[in-house]
């Protein structure tokens, strides 16, 4: 079965610093790869969207970007964190039907 | 309009009762709708996916879809203390779109 694996669960940088999340996904093949933003107290939202390696879809503009080095990793990052970046990081995957979350990163920026 | 709206609540409900959540969206080509639940602190899960108009029960839920009115609904029956979390509405941002658009997510309560 498919497992989807996101790391750390939690997370505090001060602002200024930079930022790497990573997602990796087990049991399937050429997912569809998402990464989401969930601000306190807001509801999901998309920044970025992938379809393969190397393939990046940016749904907002802002502070970060991804990538996707292998076919089931995918990659948040930041140069530098804002504290606007500060969220419920979720990573899921999507086969041929609904999408499946990772366990999420808590980001604190302070 | 927003792509997908849905009433913050908290929305209350006595255990044992009927939980209804609604959600509406602004694209009539969308043809796959994704109920998810949300504890707090925790990520969402599945708990259903409707693909055409009318029911589909799944246990103690049901997913309603209208494709003409542009809403999906999901009903709990026999509301359970352990219901209470967060519902969110998912839609592909276009038909066919692999983006996925959540709602902001119904609050539920339910009250022993």
């Known amino acids: 079965s498919q497992t989807i694996h996101q790391w750390p669960a939690t997370l505090v940088q001060p602002v200024g610093s930079p930022l790497s999340l990573e997602c990796t996904v087990e049991?399937?093949?050429?997912?569809?790869l998402y990464w989401y933003r969930q601000a306190a107290g807001r509801g999901l939202q998309l920044l970025f969207y992938s379809v393969g390696i190397g393939q990046i879809s940016s749904e907002v503009p802002q502070n970060l970007s991804a990538s996707r080095p292998q076919d089931r990793q995918f990659i948040l990052s930041s140069k530098k964190l804002l504290l606007s970046d500060s969220g419920f990081y979720l990573c899921?995957?999507?086969?041929?039907?609904?999408?499946?979350f990772g366990s999420g990163t808590q980001l604190s920026v302070l | 309009q927003k792509e997908v709206e849905q009433n913050s609540g908290p929305l209350s409900v006595p255990e044992g009762a009927i939980a209804s959540l609604n959600c509406t969206y602004s694209d009539r080509g969308s043809q796959s709708f994704f109920w998810y639940r949300q504890y707090s602190g925790k990520s969402p899960e599945l708990i259903m996916s409707?693909?055409?108009?009318g029911d589909k029960e799944d246990g103690r839920f049901t997913a309603q879809l209208n494709k003409a009115s542009q809403y999906v609904s999901l009903l709990i029956r026999d509301s359970q203390p352990s219901d209470s979390a967060t519902y969110l509405c998912?839609?592909?941002?276009?038909?066919?779109?692999?983006?996925?658009?959540f709602g902001k997510g119904t609050r539920l309560h339910i009250l022993p």
């Open positions: 998912a839609v592909p941002k276009a038909p066919r779109d692999d983006k996925i658009i």
């Open positions: 409707i693909y055409s108009n």
């Open positions: 049991g399937t093949s050429n997912p569809n």
């Open positions: 899921a995957w999507r086969g041929p039907g609904q999408p499946f």
